[in-house]
């Protein structure tokens, strides 16, 4: 198995701590061999420089110049339906799938039990 998921412009990652974690962000420029600079207008990440600790790459990327400004970024990523692809995938399928459980009540809970009682 190759690795496929590299650090360069244009590559989607998904940010897991911090005040916007588990939003989507562009990498937009890369500063050195652990900050990279992303930006995510359409989810509302504000342009900043991360961590690699603080994200983690996706398999989605996105075809942009080195340096691109907010507002061509916007319309790239719409250009692309960015948002279209990444709830095609499993890890963002998975991802809803745990706020939808984490957010069911103990009767909800209750009813899925049943529901899978009758079908089983």
Do not use: C, N
Request: without cysteine; hydrophobic residues 45%; aromatic residues 6%.
């Amino acid at each position: 198995m190759v690795f496929s998921r590299f650090v360069e412009v244009g590559r989607v990652v998904l940010i897991t701590y911090g005040p916007d974690a588990g939003k989507l962000a562009v990498i937009v420029d890369i500063i050195d061999h652990s900050r990279v600079l992303v930006d995510g207008p359409t989810t509302g990440v504000e342009r900043q420089a991360i961590s690699f600790k603080r994200a983690t790459l996706t398999d989605l990327k996105v075809k942009v110049p080195r340096t691109l400004g907010t507002p061509a970024l916007a319309k790239a990523l719409e250009k692309q339906d960015l948002a279209g692809q990444w709830k095609k995938t499993a890890w963002a399928k998975k991802i809803e799938s745990r706020t939808l459980r984490a957010q069911s009540s103990d009767f909800d809970r209750f009813k899925l039990m049943i529901a899978r009682r009758k079908v089983g």
